[in-house]
């Protein structure tokens, strides 16, 4: 199960995303990305986008992702409210194939926050004791 949350940081927020395998954490920190913008379960799966991304490690491989995401939102004015992921270990590093679902960003949305750009601060990702996976970070608001 897939769940988000923001947490308390100095000067922005952060966002943290949790699930039962590295897929369903990346899910669910894309979730938490779009939840600092808009109230996401507001946003209704009408349109979709694609995003492809190569790295060679996972933190690169994230901030690749929310990037790839962020500019959507930019160019478009897409809001996504569901995401699906699948990442495969590759022979220089890991690749990412997602399918991000959601809406163009209106007032039924409640915006929040803009953000502005996509950081390593405070990057984690890691396999918990419990064997769920974290994704986390603060992106530039």
């Not at 699930?19 to 979730?31: D, H, P, R, Y």
């Not at 004015?77 to 194939?97: A, H, P, Q, S």
Request: glycine share 6%.
């Amino acid at each position: 199960m897939r769940a988000w949350e923001h947490y308390e940081h100095t000067a922005d927020v952060g966002i943290r995303g949790y699930g039962e395998s590295l897929e369903e954490a990346f899910e669910a920190v894309a979730l938490a990305l779009f939840d600092v913008m808009v109230e996401v379960r507001k946003v209704e799966s009408k349109e979709c986008r694609e995003v492809e991304v190569e790295e060679e490690d996972l933190e690169a491989l994230l901030y690749s992702f929310l990037e790839e995401l962020l500019v959507l939102h930019d160019t478009e004015g897409l809001v996504f409210g569901d995401v699906k992921v699948e990442i495969e270990k590759t022979k220089n590093g890991y690749k990412l194939r997602a399918k991000a679902c959601g809406e163009v960003l209106s007032e039924k949305h409640e915006p929040k926050e803009e953000v502005k750009a996509i950081t390593y601060h405070d990057m984690k990702i890691e396999k918990l004791p419990d064997g769920r996976w974290m994704a986390q970070l603060v992106p530039d608001i």
